[in-house]
């Protein structure tokens, strides 16, 4: 059995919030809630009209009404937040992951009110929120990037001359992106120009900033992340790597750690590398490095997202440390040191599945009613949700509905208990991507730790529809 | 003159509009986007024809096999 979560995560010394706002929804609310309550802060839910149901506010101290259920009347509602943040007489606020988490403009609003926003400073969202300033950032202290440019002209004439320097294929990235939104590969200078069109229509959309560059396309690679935790004091850790080549349409589906296949020294050293860069430039809160590792081993770094991930359990199943409460405490200005023993270790296995509410052979999202919603629980398994049997799971917010996370002492042991509870786990009233899942734990390739980014699409069929926001 | 009825796959919100009644239409043109959990499902003409009648509007929620448009042909 893997250890109980923060077993290793010592008590903390103070109280150090009063009340905390936790600025989200769904899997992402509970999880946040619950760290809340382990650490004895008073936690205040907040909810859309969609979401006016759902199980996890009753366990929160307190609950707020935001607005209407399409994001930006509500989760992406910054008055409304900080009118309920008054209200609540609360002094921090959690954003989860989505939403506002990666928001320099609203944790700046809620420091210039004396608040906390729990995360890193609002200038390491900006630094790290624009794709190609985190590049240059990265390259100038020496971390590995791929070839890649800066922000694209508006001519086309540019943008296609960059391309050539960079050479095909090239994938056309938000330069204020997340999420795989608005990525589009390019195999040609045609492909090129309609990708870039249809790129900047999407970024704005998305991130109301139409700015976008271009990466080289790295054939068949390895999604690694590395997780970092920084305190406000220039403590950084490094709590190993996750891998998440399992992806849809640029989005994660299966993701685990350690990531398979890797020499442990030479990962942690890695882990060890960006650490020590965080540190340098003087990080301050959770973070984690993505990096793609190319077919010969190489790595070059992607992104930096500044903000809990949605895959943290991973990383949790495997050192007992709980992330979140962490991420909590190291907010509100305790050290790493007072919360970590000085070694953190890797114990067995984790892999995790995400549950989406969509057709498992086109991908298209299937809304609706969650008539029958039975969760699986078996030893070495964790479920993260936001959403009970009853519940309906509407269109307004992205399509995950269940994190299901399984530990083993080995990773096929880890695969089988991960199968054995998607199978078990009884969802009727919408269609979702477990007959998806299976298909990619039970292939050859997959258990033969033989993973990247292009694996579901080579066991499933390709994906017919595109991104928004 | 056959009149076509055009439907949703999905259960969402419409985004946008993208023909007008009237309109002229080729096979595979888009009328409609419609936007379900963070994704843009276009809604296309499967026939070369006129728009009839565009049956939604923008930010209405639709279900699944409703009718979104009319392609006449």
Known sequence: MPRPLNDIVSEPRQRMFHKVVVANRGAAAARVIRALRKLRIRSVAVYSDADRNAPYLAEADESFALGPAPARASYLNQDALLEIVRAARADAVHPGYGFLSENAGFARRLAESGLCFIGPSARWIDEMGHKTHARALMEARGLPVGRGSGVLPADSAGIVAAARTIGFPVLVKPAAGGGGIGMLPAENEGELIKAAERARSLAQRGFANDQIYLERLLVRPRHIEFQVVADR??????????????????????????????????????????????????????????????????????????????????????????????????????????????????????????????????????????????????????????????????????????????????????????????????????????????????????????????????IMAPPTAAMAK | MARLEIKSEVNGIIWKIEAAPGSRVSEGDTLVIIESMKMEIAVSSPVSGTVGEILVTEEQPVAQGQAVAVVET
């Open chain 1, 233 to 458: 004091h220039g403590g950084v850790r490094a709590l190993f790597e996750r891998d998440c080549s399992i992806q849809r349409r640029h989005q994660k589906v299966i993701e685990e750690a350690p990531a398979p296949g890797l020499v442990r020294a030479e990962a942690d050293a890695l882990g060890e590398r960006i650490a020590a860069t965080l540190g340098e430039l003087g990080y301050d809160n959770i973070g984690t490095v993505e990096m793609l590792r190319g077919a010969d081993g190489e790595y070059q770094f992607m992104e930096m997202n500044t903000r809990l991930q949605v895959e943290h359990g991973v990383t949790e199943a495997i050192t007992g440390v709980d992330i979140v409460a962490l991420q909590i405490r190291a907010a509100a200005g305790e050290r790493l040191t007072e919360c970590l023993p000085e070694r953190v270790e890797i114990h067995g296995h984790a892999v995790e599945a995400r549950v989406y509410a969509e057709d498992p052979e086109r991908f298209l999202p299937s809304p609706g009613p969650l008539t029958v919603y039975r969760p699986p629980v078996a030893e070495g398994i964790r479920v993260e949700t936001g959403y009970a049997e009853g519940g309906i799971v509407t269109p307004y917010y992205d399509p995950m509905i269940a994190k299901v996370i399984a530990w083993g002492r080995t990773r096929p042991e880890a695969i089988d208990r991960l199968s054995a509870s998607l199978r078990e786990f009884a969802i009727s009233g919408v269609k979702t991507n477990i007959p998806a899942l299976l298909k990619v734990l039970h292939a050859d390739s997959f258990q033969a730790g033989d993973v990247h980014t292009g694996v579901l699409g080579a």
